[in-house]
DNA sequence: ACATGTGAACTGCTTCACAGCG
DNA sequence: CGCTGTGAAGCAGTTCACATGT
């Protein structure tokens, strides 16, 4: 496997296209071109060749790609293949709605801890798992190590949540709370805005009435 | 107004600017610089700077920005001066925690319907809306006229419901389904997408265990 | 003196167009 | 012949560094 540096805008769209192969798979087609892909993806066929000649030659020139392995390669590249544990952070609506997302377990994470401080929330059951208090988070941490911990706490606790869990050994986090955090280098972060998106449709319309 | 064509990341740092500015108000903080903007931002002094440049100059040299002024002009350039009408297809988990979000009406986002088919939803009440039968849909879309459409429905509805409310009149659409979907140029969607975000972090584990 | 505003340089992603290969 | 794979060109966003204004 080279090892470049990919743009994200290249894994962004490989998870895009791997669901679409996964569609593909469901209905039983086994070849698929580029120009294929990139009509059903948003993307363009150049680009599609693109993204994939970062990580290698998977097409046969005259054919195309074959679903089955493309999708396995695509897994691959992105790590899915593997089985990565989680924990979330926080069960209102939000924590308990991630907790039930199908794509998780389909994409074989592990939910390994769903934490509160409500102690009306706490000893109920989501998907299975009780909900915890907070302050089992270390004592799970240490017991599971997941991979992943996702932050559905409202934004004035999510700093605090946050260095917790990197002290905890946690890699990645992925934060629904609207605040900018920080996290030490070897500490992924990656944050899901609602305002943000709203406020990115607001200006468009915005922009098209003042013209 | 100047009306070049911006790069959608300057507007989505101006959101979070302007998210952080709201926290100085509150705290009392008149003026701010760019630097100091940056850092709580994650970005750069420069980057602060030729963002807000695209749309006018803000500031006072040698001295900053007036916090407050700055804000509003923010608000006004994603356009979050204005009430903007929206409704929630699904009340799912999901689409409740939409519902319950805070940061709507803070940014003066209004309800106007929230819709299900199952019976047992149905009549009950999210956020003093009650839920309604998505039957309701282009009746409420001709009664409200909203702008915005969110959709928390499963992946294999989501192109109908999309097709209804592009139908219905609605110019924006933000959709949590994990599917690509396909609007007339003249409507606008955003995608948030929960499994693309985690396998960026996957992506990126899997690169460093490769190492 | 100090922080903004901005042209110019740079970096990196996307698009093009065609060579390569089944 | 058709579709992939890929250098080269084009374009867009970011960073630099300094002129500008208070």
Redesign the interface.
Known sequence: ?K?FKIP?AT??R???Y???LHRLMQQGITTISSSDIAE???ATSAQVRKDLAYFGEFGTRGVGYDVESLYDSIAE????D?E?KLIIIGA???G???S??E??RE?G?KNVGIFDVDPIKIGKKAQGIKILHLDQLEEVCEAESP??AIVAVPGEHAQDIVNRVVESGV??I?NFA???LTTPIHV?I?N????????????????E???
């Open positions: 496997m090892s994200e894994i962004i490989l998870s895009i791997s669901r679409y059903k993806t948003g590249i992105l790590g899915v593997k990565w209102g609506k939000l308990l709605a991630l039930m997302y794509g998780f994409r994470f991979d992943i890699r990645s992925l609207p605040r900018v992924q990656r899901v805005d609602f305002a943000t998106n709203l406020e990115l449709l607001t200006y468009n319309m915005a922009s009435d003042r013209r």
